[in-house]
């Protein structure tokens, strides 16, 4: 059974930082591609960040590029999201999705998600 399990958020002031986590279990993450989404209130769920299995590709939205980072450690099995430089239009619940590239590209895993929020 395929777990991913997100931890980091919470309530930090605009201008603040957040490190996100997410643990996955049940998959052999290092042919997972990871991503982080987010859905605000009324909204769609969006893209955040992407890297590939091998970690040599990340993709961001254009209003996440320069303040947030992906990576990973596959000695963990675990995906991270820093985030800086956080605005009050950054809170959303902020969600993991792995997608294995080698068994089965065609089915995605999510996690529960976790909120975080932007204000002073």
């Known amino acids: 059974q395929v777990q991913l399990v997100e931890s980091g958020g919470g309530l930090v002031q605009p201008g603040g930082s957040l490190r996100l986590s997410c643990a996955a279990s049940?998959?052999?993450?290092?042919?997972?591609?990871m991503s982080w989404y987010r859905q605000a209130p009324g909204k769609e769920r969006e893209l955040v960040a992407s890297?590939?299995?091998?970690?040599?590709?990340?993709n961001y939205a254009d209003s996440m590029k320069g303040r947030f980072t992906i990576s990973r450690d596959n000695a963990r099995n675990t995906v991270y999201l820093q985030m800086n430089s956080l605005k009050p239009e950054d809170t959303a619940v902020y969600y993991c999705?792995?997608?294995?590239?080698?068994?089965?590209?065609?089915?995605?895993?999510w996690g529960q998600g976790t909120q975080v929020t932007v204000s002073s």
């Open positions: 999705n792995a997608v294995d590239e080698v068994a089965d590209p065609t089915r995605d895993y």
């Open positions: 049940g998959v052999t993450f290092s042919r997972c591609a």
């Open positions: 890297m590939s299995s091998t970690g040599r590709r990340t």
